[in-house]
């Protein structure tokens, strides 16, 4: 049975819900409701206009509705009159096959099928910036290689300990926080769990420090590729399968420590990768952090090419420990439900075709690429990934040929925008629409 939200609320002096979703290009749409309403949304869903936001309708469409999921709710630990909601969207009585968070249902469904369940944990890199987006905000964190300066971490004592505070109080277990490779670039643990609770909890992540850095008087970004010399937005990806308790990607007697199934799921990944970069790398800022030229600090810590290794930073996806791999891809702008849903369309073709990705390399990628120039690359520019995904029959089977499509249209109509006032080009300053574009993906 449900729970009721009238109830928790009245329970936990909840005065208003955050009714929430995410379109297709990430980005997080809302109404706040008053408690006294909830009853009723709670049953039929908040109406929106779906041309308002990026999901390929028309203004002559009916009215969708989000349904909240009760089980998503977060008490804002720095305003606790507020409680936010995850939801789905619902238009004439179906789901919106395009709604992120339905499409990420749908590719666990076909999971459960087999008796299977992901669990991931995220990695999520951000920067604290100028209000302006200019500059880091701290000014002091200029080392050449700053990856775990605690000096300009402790700087930022007061704001990293309250996004901490309220990941333990909201009970997702936070294990470590650090400077990243960048300056001004910080990053923050937590537990892994099923799937859908990590995309939930990626998407209030990111909402939370943004209000919180907001709250200290400073601006935070996930913008993949906000500085041009420094290290980029990553949000790496650790993921496994499960079967109740039992972990389905552990095997014990392997070199690596991962069993056939997840060689299987690893190697459909691979084979998707190119695509799957227009979900995983979705904005034109993106393919500043890919294939991109090393940075002050002496390199990327992004992929280029298409590998595997063990415990290797400098490949697309390494296995750090036995029973689980961690995908390198994703940035900063991708999609908390796409990211999920992406690596469970792939794996699921992995599993069902009995992919074999081949020998883990072993070598530095990042000096060595130039000895396997067989190896696929990954796309130079976010029309490149879009080519791909228009000519991938696996994941139009994936996702249905019409969503697929209005993807496609809707990342062309923001291209085509970027093309009026831009050109891309990796050894040129990041753009003024870059930056007015993605800087508050």
């Not at 392997?254 to 799957?276: C, E």
Request: glycine letters at 6%; charged letters at 25%; a neutral charge.
């Amino acid at each position: 049975m449900a729970k009721n939200l009238s109830k928790i609320a009245k329970a936990k002096k909840i005065k208003y819900f955050l009714i929430s979703f995410v379109d297709l290009f990430g980005i997080l749409r809302s109404k706040l409701v008053p408690t006294e309403a909830i009853g009723e949304m709670q049953k039929n869903g908040a109406g929106f206009a779906g041309f308002a936001t990026w999901l390929d309708m028309s203004p002559a469409d009916t009215d969708m509705f989000a349904i909240p999921d009760p089980d998503s709710l977060i008490q804002l630990p720095w305003n606790k009159e507020v409680g936010w909601l995850a939801s789905d969207l619902w238009m004439g009585g179906k789901p919106v096959k395009a709604s992120p968070r339905v499409m990420l249902k749908e590719q666990i469904a076909k999971l459960n099928k087999k008796e299977l369940q992901m669990k991931s944990g995220v990695e999520c890199e951000y920067f604290l910036i100028s209000q302006d987006g200019s500059s880091i905000a701290d000014p002091r964190d200029t080392q050449s290689k700053p990856c775990y300066d605690q000096s300009a971490l402790m700087r930022r004592y007061d704001l990293i300990k309250e996004i901490c505070d309220a990941m333990i109080q909201m009970g997702w277990h936070p294990y470590q926080n650090d400077h990243e490779d960048a300056n001004g670039q910080f990053e923050m643990n937590w537990d892994y769990d099923d799937c859908l609770i990590t995309a939930d909890r990626h998407v209030f992540f990111k909402y939370m420090v943004k209000s919180l850095a907001e709250k200290h008087g400073l601006r935070a970004t996930f913008m993949p590729k906000p500085f041009s010399n420094l290290t980029g937005n990553g949000c790496h990806a650790h993921i496994s399968l499960w079967n109740k308790e039992n972990n389905k990607f552990l095997d014990k007697s392997d070199k690596l420590g991962i069993s056939k199934l997840a060689y299987n799921f690893l190697g459909g990944v691979m084979r998707l990768a190119q695509p799957l970069s227009a979900f995983f790398n979705p904005t034109v800022n993106s393919y500043r952090r890919i294939n991109a030229p090393p940075t002050k600090s002496g390199a990327t810590w992004s992929p280029s090419s298409i590998s595997y290794t063990g415990n290797n930073r400098t490949h697309m996806i390494r296995v750090p420990d036995a029973g689980r791999f961690e995908l390198r891809l994703m940035d900063g702008s991708s999609n908390p439900y796409l990211l999920q849903a992406g690596v469970i369309a792939a794996g699921l073709y992995g599993l069902n075709n009995k992919i074999d990705p081949g020998e883990p390399l072993s070598c530095n990628m990042y000096t060595d690429y130039k000895n396997y120039p067989n190896l696929k690359k990954l796309p130079n520019e976010i029309e490149d990934a879009l080519d791909f995904l228009q000519n991938s029959k696996e994941l139009k089977e994936a996702f249905g040929e019409d969503v697929i499509t209005s993807y496609i249209k809707l990342k062309n109509m923001e291209i085509k925008d970027f093309k009026k006032y831009e050109k891309f080009d990796k050894k040129s300053s990041v753009t003024h629409w870059e930056k007015n574009s993605t800087l508050d993906c």
